[in-house]
């Protein structure tokens, strides 16, 4: 008999499990659960926010102009590369369009329910303690939740992702401002800004692209953070400026003492884990950003037979996920032996307490930068997978050391590899 497995969302990491998880027949069968009717998850742009026809949080964080930061050389599932005549700084269209050539390419789309909602996971309860806990799942049509139905599977991968779910820290007197206040998670374009003053709080990747997206219509921003202050040229109509402590009705208050008058503050502080559709019965929990039990950021420890992919921050994301999904396939089929539970838990725990004592904050417990590469192998060693390609790494790098200093013009740049190891820039 195939083992039985459930994909939670067909964006960019569930397709990519029903890739893996259908190339070797009769091993596995999938299928993946997406309550929209598009495949393609954070990709699929839209102009709408907040919730949908059907009354659904809007998942997708794309805005209009909005183009990757990552060159499509690298960014691109091992094997199936990105058309050569696209730039190598991509649109959401193009993205959005390689996943579903991908979806096609690889005979995807039948094991795809779309307009299915997951509304509860949990450990059947006859599986648990046997070492093999199985899971059931019971989902319903959009607009139809008297077609719920149960069913049980053998592995579950949460592929849900994690940038629909606004984080908006709290700060003394945001009530009384009286313009205009969004998350990132809700810019489309930069036309609803035209000629506002505005504090964009936040200057990591979203805030400093977005500030360059809106510079050309807003009449001035202040983008408002607490880091070392970007060594980068910057749009003539923005300025860098401490964080905010303090809001006013028009106004905001800077750490430095300062107060900056404003028609608008757009929140670049990031997202929210969330997986409600767990039942307390999993074992899952979120502790301010950190999801736990997981080894290597990926498998539930207590249920080994439950997968979270893709929940790593500040990553060359398809390479990765492509590597995490062929480690755990491997350990649901049984190619793969994991350490003990307690082994996992120990590793676990000095890999956190390592990143605290390196000065990273809680939150930060899945971000990855530099520390990808070592994940990365980690994984494709203990799996017996093919490495990831030198050059994702080569290039990724290359390129943000050029973003650094020349923010507002490095999406010009092209790049094409020449061999494992080595590519060009034109």
Request: charged share 25%; with cysteine.
């Amino acid at each position: 008999m195939p083992t039985k497995v459930a994909v939670i969302g067909a964006g960019a990491a569930g397709i990519c499990v029903l890739r893996h998880a259908l190339a070797s027949e009769g091993v596995f069968e999938a299928t993946a659960f997406e309550k929209s009717n598009k495949l393609g998850g954070t990709w699929v742009y839209t102009d709408k926010t907040e919730t949908d026809e059907n009354g659904l949080s809007i998942h997708s964080s794309m805005y209009k102009n909005l183009r990757t930061n990552i060159p499509k050389e690298v960014m691109n599932f091992p094997g199936f590369p990105f058309k050569t005549d696209l730039p190598s700084f991509l649109s959401h269209e193009n993205v959005a369009e390689y996943l579903e050539d991908y979806v096609d390419h690889y005979g995807l789309r039948d094991h795809i329910q779309f307009e299915t909602v997951v509304d509860s996971v949990r450990p059947s309860p006859e599986s648990v303690g046997s070492g093999k806990v199985k899971w059931e799942v019971t989902y319903h049509k959009v607009g139809q939740p008297s077609s719920a139905q149960t069913n049980v599977y053998d592995g579950i991968f949460v592929c849900s992702g994690h940038y629909s779910d606004p984080l908006m820290p709290k700060m003394k007197g945001l009530e009384n401002f009286e313009g205009k206040i969004l998350h990132s998670h809700n810019y489309r374009s930069p036309e609803e800004f035209r000629d506002l003053r505005v504090v964009i709080l936040g200057a990591a990747a979203s805030g400093q692209d977005i500030c360059v997206d809106m510079s050309p219509e807003a009449k001035r921003i202040y983008l408002s953070h607490n880091k070392t202050p970007l060594s980068t040229a910057i749009p003539d109509n923005v300025e860098q400026v401490d964080g905010i402590v303090e809001v006013y009705k028009d106004s905001v208050r800077l750490s430095n003492g300062q107060e900056i008058e404003c028609d608008a503050i757009l929140f670049c502080t990031g997202y929210l884990y969330n997986f409600n559709f767990l039942e307390p019965e999993c074992g899952v929990k979120i502790e301010e950003s950190r999801i736990v039990p997981l080894y290597k950021h990926l498998v539930h420890t207590t249920y080994p037979t439950m997968f979270f992919i893709g929940m790593c921050k500040t990553i060359c994301p398809f390479p990765q996920f492509d590597a995490q999904i062929q480690f755990s396939l491997k350990v649901l089929d049984g190619r793969l032996v994991l350490p003990s539970k307690l082994e996992m838990d120990e590793e676990t725990e000095t890999d956190y307490k390592t990143r605290l004592e390196r000065g990273l904050p809680h939150r930060h417990a899945h971000l990855m930068g530099p520390r990808q590469w070592e994940y990365n192998s980690q994984l494709t060693t203990m799996a017996g997978l093919e490495p990831i390609s030198p050059n994702v790494q080569l290039l990724y790098e290359h390129v943000h050391a050029i973003r650094v200093k020349q923010l507002t013009t490095y999406k010009r740049l092209n790049f094409r590899l020449t061999g494992p190891d080595t590519f060009e820039q034109y």
